[in-house]
């Protein structure tokens, strides 16, 4: 089944305490990006690549890295979280051509104490 | 600053009439315009989209409507279905499509 896997669907941690959220896919695309959903904000887009080894800020890259070593995988990483980064996180992939539409992982609840 | 906003936060309609979920968008570039559909515990899922050079795409019960002198993008849900309740995101982009912009969303619920 063509999908995108995001792990864990939900993190509870502390202030400073590294955390990687992974994303995987299995469609062979060549886009993949990180977005976060905030009441009232809706969804921003944090980092995104558009190959291995390539990748690109978004609107609110701010406290996080990300990498791409892999076709399929780009992890999202938080070196030392903050409770303002308490989010719903999205990882989404396309085939990467010009206006394809988005496919999304199902979500990662991170809490940060 | 939000370029895509979506001003109703909820909207309520009965099965079997229609619902228009509203958009509005302040930046100019944007040439690509799309609609995802978001159930509770899972990720968004497209739904339908359209570029700049129309003004209306259609499949099946959906059709969005794009009125760039107004920078207002519509999307009609027509007859509406209970499983159509979820949060709808419309969202934008330009140039090479690298960056998407999204709406704050509209919480659709449709009364059986």
């Known amino acids: 089944e063509a999908q995108v896997t995001q792990n864990p669907r939900y993190l509870i941690t502390v202030t400073g305490k590294k955390l990687t959220v992974t994303c995987s896919q299995n469609?062979?695309?060549?886009?993949m990006s990180w977005y976060r959903q905030d009441p009232g904000l809706g969804l921003r887009q944090i980092y995104y690549?558009?190959?291995?080894?390539?990748?690109d800020k978004g609107d609110v890259p701010e406290g996080y890295k990300v990498s791409r070593k892999e076709k399929r995988n780009f992890p999202l990483i938080l070196e030392s979280p903050s409770p303002n980064q308490t989010s719903l996180y999205f990882c989404?992939?396309?085939?990467?051509?010009?206006?394809?539409?988005?496919?999304f992982g199902s979500g990662t609840q991170l809490s940060v104490l | 600053d939000q370029q895509v906003k979506q001003n109703s936060p909820s909207l309520s309609v009965q099965e079997g009439r229609i619902s228009i979920l509203n958009c509005d968008y302040t930046?100019?570039?944007?040439?690509?315009f799309l609609w995802y559909k978001k159930y509770p515990a899972e990720g968004p899922t497209f739904l339908i989209s359209?570029?700049?050079?129309?003004d209306k795409n259609e499949d099946g019960r959906f059709t969005v409507f794009l009125n760039k002198s107004a920078k207002h993008l519509s999307l009609h849900i027509v007859p509406s279905q209970p499983g159509d309740s979820a949060v709808y995101f419309c969202?934008?982009?330009f140039g090479d499509g690298n960056q998407f912009y999204f709406g704050t969303g509209t919480s659709l619920t449709v009364i059986p």
């Open positions: 989404a992939s396309s085939p990467g051509r010009i206006n394809e539409k988005l496919f």
């Open positions: 469609m062979n695309h060549e886009y």
């Open positions: 690549s558009m190959n291995v080894e390539v990748t």
């Open positions: 930046n100019s570039m944007f040439d690509y």
């Open positions: 359209i570029s700049s050079i129309k």
């Open positions: 969202a934008a982009s």
